[in-house]
């Protein structure tokens, strides 16, 4: 199988959570976005070579900035150097 690189938005809890510990476990890299930084570090912490996150709210236009930079910051990694593929998970 091959290693993809995979934004998670939502992923501090909820289904967002449950896919980015099931995309952890099968050995993919994982961008984690989410408001609530502790659970992104105590992912991070979890799986170092795996994760990188960003703690933000997306609903706010000003952090599209920094999630692009984010991305471009992760796919210049010689061993995340792949396209992201992105997974929203929110709350409706």
């Known amino acids: ?4 690189v995979i934004v998670v938005t939502g992923a501090s809890r909820g289904l967002g959570l449950a896919i980015a510990k099931h995309l952890l476990q099968t ?8 408001r609530t930084q502790s659970a992104l570090q ?5 799986y170092p070579s795996q994760v990188e996150y960003l703690a933000a709210d997306l609903t706010n236009i000003e952090v599209s ?10 796919k210049s990694r010689k061993s995340w150097a792949r396209e992201p593929f992105w997974l929203y998970c929110r709350a409706i």
Do not use: D, Y
């Open 27 to 34: 050995s993919h890299k994982v961008v984690l976005v989410s």
């Open 42 to 46: 105590a992912l991070q912490a979890e």
């Open 65 to 74: 900035r920094p999630a692009a930079r984010l991305c471009r910051l992760v």
């Open 1 to 4: 199988m091959t290693t993809k």
